[in-house]
């Protein structure tokens, strides 16, 4: 039976929420076309949308949105979890929107912190490893900066609904003061309303209280998803045990982040760890040659049995130097990561049916490209391997059972990508699943 509905704006955002309920033993699935109206695999308990809806116009958002939640209140879904960026990327505003406009809440309650990867909100302030969002490298993402670090004031400025907030005090004061600040903001007609969180307890007291309404629209990162289940009463399984895997670990990074950029040099630095490296310029110059240098070369070290990383960017230099070869051909920051991460995409996808343990894909983008190219269908996350980095199946097309793990760019210590191989080599998992692969 299914329990609830997640809709997310990009794909490891869903996976990344789908695992909070997977590792409890909750068949959870991310349904990859949000626009196939047949939203219910047999076995789903929560199912999760990408809508792949973060990088367009506020209008095409709601659109997109809208149309997603219209099929699943058709499908009979009640409970609804609209995940956001826990960078607070994206259209928030127009996506919360368009999904309250169907699912008509009582109350939207809004807290994005995910205290446990480093990330919370304080005095309505988001924070990123304890620095305000705008003065971190998310204010230069090439396609969604953020550059207000205020959730509610960010809000303001993508919305015209009414905007309440919960300040840490309260919360902090426990859950009769926390109903009391809720019910006094929504006789003022506030019913988006924003809650500071430093810790998971946090997380929790708001849970508690949200729960006590009938019609509650649940609106943030993984984090507020990971304490669901505990007021929902929603049955826990087993932990996940890992199966010992022959063959070697692909990992392509389409995120140029600064902390993917730390967590490839750790990678590199392991036994067995080999680099191909795309070059940007080469690729504007003639993309089906380096796409297929790429593939060959990634091929034959596989085929050697090495581990392979294949990326576009190892430091900053090569971020710089990826940017100044786009704009020699014409091309803005955001015109350059799409491009490069569908050419990584192209090299993943043809490199998937060697004989692997599992592939690593960071990066949204880029992970969204393998499965389209795959054909596949969903993902069926069951475990893991790091705090908020999930292990799935990938459901139908031509790889069907193959073991993906998924990383959002700014998630993740500096080990994050040894750890995720060798939970496809069938290491020791940090969650878990009942599901034994």
Not at 336 to 358: D, F, M, N, R, W
Request: net charge negative; glycine share 8%; aromatic share 6%.
């Amino acid at each position: 039976m299914l329990r609830l509905a997640v809709i997310a704006d990009d794909l490891t955002g869903a996976n990344d929420t789908a695992v909070q309920f997977a590792k409890r033993g909750i068949n959870s699935y991310v349904w990859l076309n949000s626009n196939d109206q047949d939203l219910l695999p047999p076995k789903a308990e929560v199912l999760v949308l990408d809508t792949d809806s973060r990088d367009v116009s506020p209008s095409s958002a709601y659109a997109i949105v809208e149309k997603a939640s219209r099929a699943l209140y058709s499908a009979g879904v009640r409970t609804v979890y609209k995940k956001i960026d826990s960078t607070l990327r994206g259209n928030l505003g127009a996506e919360i929107e368009a999904a309250a406009a169907v699912f008509e809440p009582e109350v939207i309650v809004i807290a994005p912190a995910f205290p446990s990867n480093n990330r919370v909100t304080v005095g309505g302030y988001h924070l990123l490893n304890q620095l305000p969002i705008a003065l971190t490298e998310i204010a230069r993402d090439p396609k969604t900066p953020v550059n207000e670090s205020r959730v509610p004031e960010l809000l303001r400025q993508q919305t015209e609904c009414k905007i309440g907030y919960i300040p840490l005090d309260v919360v902090m004061a426990g859950i009769p003061a926390i109903q009391k600040a809720v019910a006094e903001r929504l006789v003022q007609g506030e019913k988006w309303l924003v809650f500071d969180a430093a810790v998971d307890e946090h997380l929790r007291l708001i849970a508690q209280v949200g729960r006590e309404y009938r019609n509650v629209l649940w609106v943030g990162s993984a984090g507020l998803a990971e304490v669901l289940p505990e007021f929902y009463e929603w049955s826990t399984g087993d932990k996940y045990v890992p199966t010992a895997a022959l063959g070697p670990v692909l990992l392509v990074a389409g995120s140029v982040s600064e902390i993917t950029r730390g967590q490839m040099v750790s990678f590199l630095k392991t036994p067995g760890a080999r680099l191909v490296q795309m070059n940007v310029a080469g690729l504007f110059r003639d993309k089906d040659a380096e796409i297929k240098r790429c593939i060959q070369a990634a091929r034959a070290l596989l085929m050697a049995g090495s581990d392979v990383l294949v990326t576009s960017a190892v430091d900053k230099t090569d971020v710089d130097n990826a940017v100044a070869a786009g704009e020699g051909c014409g091309l803005s920051k955001a015109e350059v990561s799409c491009q490069t991460a569908a050419a990584l995409g192209a090299v993943a996808a043809a490199l998937a049916e060697l004989e692997l343990a599992g592939m690593i894909l960071t990066g949204g983008d880029t992970a969204a490209c393998v499965c389209e190219k795959l054909g596949a269908e969903a993902i069926e996350v069951v475990a893991e391997v790091a705090v908020g980095i999930p292990l799935g199946l990938l459901v139908g097309g031509r790889c069907d059972g193959l073991k993906v793990v998924t990383k959002a760019g700014a998630f993740g210590e500096e080990a994050a990508f040894s750890c995720a191989r060798d939970a496809l080599k069938g290491g020791e998992i940090y969650g878990g699943n009942t599901r034994k692969l």
